[in-house]
């Protein structure tokens, strides 16, 4: 949507060489730039009403366990999910702000943050692996420590976590001070890591899956017939969000591709729109 409201802008753009308007340009007759724009504020809405319903939902569960401790004690697996989709909700909400307020003109570091929250998405499905294991662990007769594995998935949790907003970090700062030419390159190299981090995740979560039961689990048996209902939800959600996660990485690897082609260098070939400067992908 992003994507088609620039393309719009361009296609509306009056043209050099006296041609008339979007005379030459690829994006000819795609959408219009008002039907993007409240394209746009509609998603601004939706994210919006989701930032407000998780924003309240942690409000509630502060009070809760407040009221009881107990249950903060056993309970770690909601709370940093709605945090996660708070910070998602603010990610999107102040890129599709700058990108109705300021134009086309800071394209380059709307990218990164249209990019952003899939980073998010790629740390919460780490979270949900964790939670599939943790459940794992404590639903089994398995003689196995749960504290110390616990313990051990937590650090890579945030070590990956670590590795994830340096990148990002990086990649901003990089856009910041590089030319055109380097912020196409830039961008694309963020689409393959995406790329391959959304599709090769997935595969190792069930790889690793595979391995625990056989070398860990299997045999041994559940505490309850709860706990194994427990386990077979978590694995069905871990399973929809490995598909998912596959399914994404395609998406983004299709983004790349367009990507790839309708840079700034690209639209200089056919000329320069007025009015309109700064990088534009695909």
């Keep these: 949507m992003v994507m088609a409201w620039r393309r719009a802008a361009w296609a509306q753009a009056p043209m050099f060489d006296g041609g008339e308007s979007g005379d030459g340009d690829p994006y000819l007759n795609i959408l219009p730039v008002s039907s993007a724009t409240v394209a746009l504020a509609l998603l601004m809405i939706v994210y ?4 407000g319903v998780s924003v309240a939902r942690l409000v509630r569960l502060r009070r809760f366990y407040r009221m009881n401790r107990q249950a903060k004690l056993k309970s770690g697996t909601i709370p940093p999910m709605y945090i996660m989709i708070t910070v998602h909700a603010v990610v999107r909400l102040a890129t599709f702000a700058s990108i109705l307020m300021l ?36 639903s089994s007769h398995a003689e196995v420590s749960h504290r110390s ?23 901003f700062l990089e856009v910041l001070v590089a030319p055109t030419e380097t912020q196409a390159t830039l961008l694309n190299a963020l689409c393959w890591i995406l790329f391959l981090l959304s599709v090769a995740l997935p595969c190792v979560a ?37 598909c998912g996660r596959i399914i994404r990485g395609v998406m983004l690897w299709g983004f790349y591709i367009d990507a790839s082609w309708s840079t700034q260098i690209d639209f200089d070939k056919v000329g320069s729109p007025v009015g309109a400067p700064g990088f534009h992908s695909g």
């Design 149 to 171: 594995v616990r313990a051990i998935a937590i650090r890579a949790f945030y070590v990956f976590n670590a590795v994830l907003v340096a990148l990002q970090a990086v990649y």
């Design 206 to 242: 069930i790889v690793s899956v595979a391995l625990f039961f056989c070398l860990l689990i299997s045999g041994y048996p559940f505490h309850s017939e709860l706990a194994k209902k427990r386990v077979t939800t978590m694995s069905w959600v871990l399973l929809v969000w490995s």
């Design 48 to 51: 919006a009403a989701v930032l």
């Design 103 to 138: 134009g086309s003109e800071y394209a380059p570091l709307q990218e990164v943050m249209l990019m952003a929250p899939e980073f998010i998405f790629l740390s919460l499905y780490i979270y949900v692996a964790l939670v599939w294991l943790d459940v794992n662990l404590s």
